[in-house]
């Protein structure tokens, strides 16, 4: 038998991959660099920093391929979770074995008699792949690789159970290796916690420059500004775009069939070249304006960019996934007293038309509980429906007996007369951390969960959860363990804080059926103002990557949680078809639409604080009043939910 003839990747790659239809791959004109950059010994590190539709995935079968035939070794393939890396062996890694080239080593493979293969490792001749999980320090553990391929790293925890940062980790298992490799790439997420960013910002940052058809100048495509006569995307007319195109840095038109030409004599220029003289650590900076793909033409990028301006936090995945940016976060609070002046018209314990489903939030205090009910809608939006408090320490069991009288069955009517229950609520277990476990125990089939903040940066909205009382002091496990799931303060409190800052339509608008856009934080107004500065009572530090708290902030955690809840009940999962059902039960889009404008045409006639007054309030809100609460004797009692209804929880 003959060693395989080593030759550039992408050369390989034409003749040997194939695309899921079966089809042989044929590189496209920016992919090629990248290929080949992979191919070459002097590479140690590849970050890629890039947008959705481009390829990477494919390029990344290919890599792993080069290295199951040419170059035989040991690999690593790693994604956040380990229910992302199963599902990447079943939908990416299956087909790829099915390539002619990996077929025929399979059956060597058989003929050998090597060890199966299983879910998470995959063995070959020369090489093996191990697939594991970054966000878990143990999968780093005991095994040693040459090639590592980081999916999804922005994704990844700052660190990873207290050990580290996870590349780090990851980059440890190379020690021994002749050949180490590290392939780091995915979308960019915010700018201070990105660790994908970071590690590009340390590459010799190579970007795809293409020349002009017509100036012959070269240039990177970036998106630009509609408004002004820099280099990027135009269009016209403004708000319905028929006619696209990109204007050169010369100031020539250039149209988007003009684009693959252009880029097929592009080159990849480095800003830094001695980074990877020095250490072999190459960078690559794409964006989906450069795509070959169908759903990926100006136009639709154009399209995309006018749905999603307007809600910051559909704007931030613009950024990130289409134009491969990271999103910067300033962290300024909002306007406490925009949030007041825009509150809307509806009684306390009523739920407004648009929201179709309950989620709480428990805060508990050193001398209170208190609970948020919020409603939801399609999009992120919501509405606060309810503020109850307990007053009384919470290692006081009596605290706990009020409110489980308060929350078991209690119901909520819905502005259309329908009785609504909570569909799922997260309580914090930060204080009086064993009375929480007890109250949680009370309620049966997942309806009350134990939360904990943690303020790493790169942490997700919520984890996937783990026991809290494994063992019973016996050694044995508890039968009614408790599971905790640890919440992302940082990610929650930015999408929060996106959620705020998106603009409430004009009165105009509303009077022509325009709806509020989806994200928007309704607030009544039986809210008082100690309920709208207590929501934007942190801000952010990005030098520090720390928050610091002017003001408390019960209604960021009850928001927090209720959000938690939401997320753990599985809203972000639901089709279009279940939303649409839920609209329709409670009220079609064009009542809702026209409720909404009533309560914020009234709300906004109402009559406003004199300048002086609004002085005296902003001097006043730099002091930290009492907190808002009300006693068990005046709790807001909701009306039971009638026998008959199909919303009661079983």
């Not at 792949?129 to 780093?140: G, I, S, V, Y």
């Not at 580290?164 to 790439?185: C, F, H, I, M, Y």
Request: glycine share 8%; net charge positive; proline share 6%.
């Amino acid at each position: 038998m003959r060693a395989p003839k080593r030759e550039r990747l992408s050369v390989w790659a034409s003749e040997h991959v194939r695309l899921k239809d079966g089809s042989r791959y044929t590189p496209w004109p920016f992919q090629v660099g990248i290929l080949d950059t992979f191919s070459n010994p002097r590479t140690r590190k590849l970050t890629f920093l890039k947008s959705a539709r481009i390829g990477y995935t494919q390029m990344v079968l290919a890599m792993i391929g080069y290295g199951m035939s040419v170059s035989p070794c040991h690999m690593i393939y790693a994604r956040p979770t380990f229910d992302e890396v199963e599902e990447f062996n079943k939908t990416e890694l299956d087909p790829m074995l099915e390539w002619p080239i990996l077929r025929g080593m399979a059956i060597a493979k058989a003929a050998a008699g090597k060890r199966a293969d299983t879910l998470r490792m995959r063995r070959g001749l020369g090489w093996d792949l191990r697939l594991t999980a970054a966000n878990t320090a143990r999968a780093w553990a005991g095994y040693d690789g040459d090639w590592l391929f980081l999916d999804e790293s922005s994704r990844y925890n700052g660190n990873v159970d207290g050990e580290g940062n996870p590349v780090d980790l990851a980059e440890k298992r190379q020690e021994q290796s002749w050949d180490p490799r590290t392939v780091l790439g995915s979308s960019p997420v915010e700018e201070s916690s990105c660790i994908t960013t970071a590690s590009y910002r340390q590459s010799d940052r190579r970007r795809f420059y293409v020349p002009c058809g017509t100036c012959g100048v070269e240039q990177v495509f970036e998106f630009g500004n509609n408004d002004d006569d820099a280099p990027g995307i135009k269009w016209s007319p403004k708000n319905d775009p028929i006619d696209v195109w990109y204007r050169c840095v010369s100031g020539c038109r250039i149209n988007e069939s003009d684009k693959l030409p252009m880029m097929n004599r592009g080159r990849w220029i480095a800003e830094f070249p001695e980074v990877y003289e020095r250490t072999g650590h190459a960078g690559f900076h794409i964006n989906a304006l450069y795509s070959l793909q169908p759903n990926a033409s100006w136009r639709d990028i154009v399209l995309e960019f006018l749905a999603k301006r307007k809600n910051p936090n559909r704007l931030r995945t613009f950024i990130n996934t289409t134009l491969g940016l990271p999103w910067e976060f300033r962290g300024d609070a909002p306007d406490w007293r925009r949030l007041a002046d825009r509150r809307e018209e509806w009684k306390k314990g009523i739920v407004p038309a648009g929201a179709v489903a309950l989620f709480g939030g428990i805060d508990v205090q050193v001398n209170r509980v208190e609970c948020f009910v919020w409603g939801v809608a399609r999009g992120g939006t919501t509405y606060l429906v309810d503020h109850i408090v307990e007053d009384g320490s919470p290692y006081e069991q009596d605290v706990w007996d009020k409110l489980y009288a308060t929350l078991n069955g209690a119901s909520w009517t819905h502005e259309n007369g329908i009785e609504m229950r909570l569909s799922k609520v997260a309580i914090d277990s930060g204080y009086a951390t064993h009375k929480v476990y007890q109250f949680v125990r009370r309620w049966t089939g997942g309806f009350m969960v134990a939360v904990k903040g943690t303020g790493s940066p790169g942490a997700p909205p919520v984890d996937s959860g783990k026991s809290a009382e494994a063992d019973d002091g016996k050694g044995k496990k508890k039968r009614r363990g408790i599971k905790l799931f640890m919440v992302g303060d940082h990610a929650l409190k930015t999408e929060l804080y996106g959620n705020l800052g998106i603009e409430r339509p004009t009165e105009e608008e509303l009077a022509e059926g325009m709806g509020y856009p989806q994200g928007y934080v309704h607030i009544p107004t039986w809210a008082s103002e100690e309920h709208c500065k207590q929501l934007v009572a942190e801000s952010y530090d990005p030098q520090t990557g720390k928050w610091s708290r002017h003001h408390a902030n019960e209604m960021i955690d009850g928001w927090k949680y209720a959000r938690v809840a939401a997320l753990l009940f599985g809203v972000e999962r639901w089709k279009d078809s279940h939303w649409a059902g839920l609209e329709a039960t409670f009220g079609a889009a064009a009542d809702v639409t026209a409720t909404v404008r009533r309560r914020a045409i009234k709300a906004a006639n109402a009559p406003k604080p004199s300048p002086r007054k609004r002085e005296a309030e902003d001097a006043a809100a730099d002091e930290t009043p009492p907190t808002v609460r009300r006693t068990a004797e005046t709790v807001h009692r909701v009306p039971q939910r009638r026998k008959s209804s199909w919303l009661r929880r079983d």
